[in-house]
């Protein structure tokens, strides 16, 4: 299974980004789909997941900002970014857990797209 995340850029603080996450290869099912995000200097975190009955998780700092959605025909999800603020500058991964079409599981990450917020 490979991943395709885009959507990343420069956003000024306070506007919006959407991120994108194509999932494609021999696959089953999608169970769960995250983003998680790595700023300079510091630990990659969970930002948020969706699951496939739809439940949601979110980092606290972004609750109310961020959505994350999954179009399960496309294979793909999305995460929504409004009210950028400069700390969430970083490069964003999205994961895919999932199972290939001979039932074994699958635990992949995308290569990474970088967000950059200007203040």
């Known amino acids: 299974v490979q991943l395709q995340a885009s959507g990343g850029g420069l956003v000024q603080a306070g506007g919006t980004l959407r991120l994108s996450c194509a999932a494609s290869?021999?696959?089953?099912?999608?169970?769960?789909e995250a983003w998680h995000r790595q700023p300079p200097g510091k630990q990659r975190e969970l930002v948020a997941m969706?699951?496939?009955?739809?439940?949601?998780n979110y980092l606290d700092s972004v609750k109310g900002r961020f959505t994350i959605s999954r179009d399960n025909a496309k294979n793909t999800n999305y995460l929504q970014m409004n009210n950028v603020n400069p700390e969430d500058a970083a490069t964003y991964y999205c994961?895919?857990?999932?199972?290939?079409?001979?039932?074994?599981?699958?635990?992949?990450w995308g290569q990474g797209t970088q967000v950059t917020v200007s203040s």
């Open positions: 994961n895919v857990i999932g199972r290939y079409y001979n039932g074994r599981p699958f635990d992949t």
């Open positions: 290869g021999p696959i089953l099912g999608i169970v769960n």
């Open positions: 969706v699951a496939n009955d739809g439940s949601t």
